[in-house]
């Protein structure tokens, strides 16, 4: 049966506080049936997010059921990925409707004492995004020595600033050119829309570098040629750096596409991220031990709440600041922009001396 997905994102419905919610709606067209937010009910995505359409913004799962939703998606990922408190009885509530839960939290429904027996009676499935099979509890290996395959890892200026969207677009920019290309998910967001990945940061931290290592062989040995997977963290930031760098070990990325929100001055810890270059200096610096010459070969910009005129002046900015090709990846000019310098990045790309 199809999916007729109804998004939980009560008091958190926004461009910035609802990340699992709006790249649902953005990626997983057709599927997305309405959300619910108390505070923003009566009014569309479009409205909300500026994308979206007409999908509708329920004030409670009751009144979401005119829709005939099959599919509860937790539509946030909260500090700590605890289920909200406040929440728990509308799942419990889908349940009762035999509404399938999907949820990418570190609260894994499938094991709640009180969720899972109800699910089981009722007939429901809870689906955890961030449940983590038992084979990618594994060291690394270091593959990457012996890999043909081109990967390309979105590294980022800090958290939730859209390494996933920049992976996902220049993805399918790659397929759309003929190019054996691949999206590794490394997070809930990107589980969902993709249907496959794993969410290293529900590993321990000893296997993250094993898993994504993993991941990323089982992509090359089904013959994609490139590689794109999705980023996690940033480096600058002291609360989520250890996944980025578990990342970047298991990667070992040929290239790099550095994200970063222009009009976000510093982040959670008060810690300023516009340093721009000090950033890719950073990320290069990593590799310079393996004697790897991995680059950052162009930036994404996130420019949510930015006007025109400020989106302009970044990609100018940036690119006189870093030399380096700067551009929205939700644009098609964008997207191809960052395509092409990929393209010619790889031309002269050697990951060792001949």
């Given at each position: 049966?199809?999916?007729?997905?109804?998004?939980?994102?009560?008091?958190?419905?926004?461009?910035?506080?609802?990340?699992?919610?709006?790249?649902?709606?953005?990626?997983?067209?057709?599927?997305?049936?309405?959300?619910?937010?108390?505070?923003?009910?009566?009014?569309?995505?479009?409205?909300?997010?500026?994308?979206?359409?007409?999908?509708?913004?329920?004030?409670?799962?009751?009144a979401s059921l005119i829709a005939e939703?099959?599919?509860?998606?937790?539509?946030?990922?909260?500090?700590?990925?605890?289920?909200?408190?406040?929440?728990?009885?509308?799942?419990?509530?889908?349940?009762?409707?035999?509404?399938?839960?999907?949820?990418?939290?570190?609260?894994?429904?499938?094991?709640?004492?009180?969720?899972?027996?109800?699910?089981?009676?009722?007939?429901?499935?809870?689906?955890?995004?961030?449940?983590?099979?038992?084979?990618?509890?594994?060291?690394?290996?270091?593959?990457?020595?012996?890999?043909?395959?081109?990967?390309?890892?979105?590294?980022?200026?800090?958290?939730?600033?859209?390494?996933?969207?920049?992976?996902?677009?220049?993805?399918?920019?790659?397929?759309?050119?003929?190019?054996?290309?691949?999206?590794?998910?490394?997070?809930?967001?990107?589980?969902?829309?993709?249907?496959?990945?794993?969410?290293?940061?529900?590993?321990?931290?000893?296997?993250?570098?094993?898993?994504?290592?993993?991941?990323?062989?089982?992509?090359?040995?089904?013959?994609?040629?490139?590689?794109?997977?999705?980023?996690?963290?940033?480096?600058?930031?002291?609360?989520?750096?250890?996944?980025?760098?578990?990342?970047?070990?298991?990667?070992?990325?040929?290239?790099?596409?550095?994200?970063?929100?222009?009009?976000?001055?510093?982040?959670?810890?008060?810690?300023?991220?516009?340093?721009?270059?000090?950033?890719?200096?950073?990320?290069?610096?990593?590799?310079?031990?393996?004697?790897?010459?991995?680059?950052?070969?162009?930036?994404?910009?996130?420019?949510?709440?930015?006007?025109?005129?400020?989106?302009?002046?970044?990609?100018?900015?940036?690119?006189?600041?870093?030399?380096?090709?700067?551009?929205?990846?939700?644009?098609?000019?964008?997207?191809?922009?960052?395509?092409?310098?990929?393209?010619?990045?790889?031309?002269?790309?050697?990951?060792?001396?001949?």
């Amino acid at each position: 049966m199809p999916r007729r997905i109804v998004i939980l994102a009560e008091g958190k419905f926004s461009p910035l506080e609802s990340k699992t919610a709006n790249q649902a709606i953005r990626y997983l067209t057709g599927e997305v049936i309405g959300v619910i937010d108390s505070r923003q009910a009566g009014r569309t995505a479009e409205q909300v997010l500026g994308f979206g359409g007409n999908i509708p913004v329920f004030s409670d799962l009751r009144a979401s059921l005119i829709a005939e939703p099959n599919t509860l998606v937790i539509g946030i990922a909260p500090t700590g990925g605890q289920l909200p408190d406040s929440w728990r009885p509308i799942v419990r509530e889908a349940i009762e409707d035999k509404i399938d839960v999907i949820g990418g939290l570190h609260t894994l429904l499938s094991e709640d004492s009180e969720l899972a027996p109800l699910a089981r009676r009722n007939g429901v499935q809870l689906i955890d995004l961030r449940n983590t099979p038992p084979e990618y509890n594994v060291i690394a290996k270091g593959s990457w020595q012996t890999r043909m395959a081109k990967t390309i890892l979105t590294v980022g200026t800090d958290c939730n600033v859209g390494k996933m969207t920049a992976a996902l677009e220049l993805h399918r920019e790659f397929v759309r050119r003929g190019r054996k290309s691949d999206f590794v998910a490394t997070g809930q967001t990107g589980i969902l829309i993709a249907g496959k990945g794993i969410a290293v940061d529900h590993l321990i931290s000893d296997f993250v570098a094993g898993a994504i290592e993993l991941e990323v062989d089982k992509s090359a040995a089904a013959g994609h040629e490139y590689i794109f997977v999705e980023g996690q963290g940033a480096l600058q930031h002291p609360g989520y750096s250890a996944v980025t760098l578990g990342l970047m070990h298991g990667v070992m990325a040929d290239a790099m596409i550095l994200v970063h929100h222009p009009v976000r001055h510093t982040n959670d810890y008060g810690i300023p991220i516009t340093d721009v270059k000090a950033s890719i200096q950073l990320h290069e610096g990593f590799f310079k031990p393996f004697s790897f010459p991995s680059k950052v070969a162009g930036i994404a910009i996130n420019t949510v709440m930015m006007t025109n005129q400020q989106i302009a002046t970044a990609i100018r900015d940036l690119e006189r600041d870093t030399n380096l090709p700067t551009a929205d990846v939700l644009t098609i000019e964008g997207v191809k922009k960052l395509a092409m310098a990929l393209e010619e990045y790889f031309t002269t790309f050697r990951r060792f001396e001949d």
